[in-house]
């Protein structure tokens, strides 16, 4: 089956850094998704991508699908104690009444005040 | 609030017994996924529903069973609990082609 391979599995930064995470897959899928889960709490949609190449910006966020449609990266710029959690990747394909994603394992977060 | 409603919040029961959690998707979404996150995991795919059809199921146990209501709402039944089982259960929903929406999930503990 497809699989994700979300790195690096955590990060330990101090605030005000930028961050990059990404997902890259054996297979090719037709969206990207971002989500971040707060402790405790269901994974929150952050950014989602439909086309290869492109480059979509949420706030301080920024994610791209890969050309090859087989990655997508998500970077944080100038983080704060807030973008604490864990961030998952997704990949969905656009099949009728489908529409299931594979999510990768996370990149944990911490930023240090 | 997401719109997608998971009930109950809480639940803690014995090893063996047999639990029921329940999902109500956002409105006007189709699809239901149910996802099994144990501690310090990710995402485990349990299974998936589309008004009221089976239509994808990932690593469920056979102890674990699911329905989709005429109304769209959801059930996940776990049944001969083991301790393993102890995990948060997500409910997710989506319109085609959109990314999840997910309930705050229900913290099984199995004692």
Redesign the interface.
């Known amino acids: 089956g497809q699989q994700l391979n979300q790195s690096p599995q955590s990060m330990f930064i101090q605030e005000g850094e930028d961050v990059s995470m990404n997902c890259t897959s054996s297979s090719i899928f037709n969206t990207w998704l971002w989500y971040k889960q707060d402790p405790g709490e269901g994974p929150v949609l952050l950014i989602a991508l439909y086309k290869a190449g492109e480059l979509t910006s949420n706030g301080r966020l920024t994610a791209q699908f890969g050309t090859t449609r087989k990655d997508s990266f998500l970077n944080i710029s100038a983080s704060i104690p807030s973008d604490v959690g864990i961030y998952f990747c997704a990949g969905q394909l656009r099949n009728f009444g489908a529409g299931k994603s594979t999510f990768g394992d996370g990149t944990t977060l911490t930023v240090k005040p | 609030d ?1 719109g ?1 409603t998971q009930t109950p919040k809480h639940l803690i029961t014995a090893t063996g017994q047999r639990v029921t959690l329940r999902c109500s998707p956002r409105s006007g979404d ?2 239901v ?1 149910w ?1 099994q996150q144990s501690l310090d ?3 485990q ?1 349990l299974i ?1 529903y ?2 009221g059809e089976e ?2 199921k990932g690593n469920i146990l056979e102890r674990f069973s699911a329905q989709q209501f005429p109304d769209l709402h959801s059930e996940l039944n776990l049944s001969s609990l083991e301790l393993g089982d102890s995990a ?1 259960y ?1 409910c ?1 929903s ?1 319109r ?10 229900t ?1 099984l503990t199995v004692v």
């Not at chain 2, 085609?96 to 999930?105: D, I, L, W």
């Open positions: 997401s997608v189709l699809s996924y996802y995991q990710g995402l795919f998936q589309y008004n239509r994808a948060l997500f997710a989506n085609r082609g959109e990314g999840y929406t997910f309930g705050s999930g913290r």
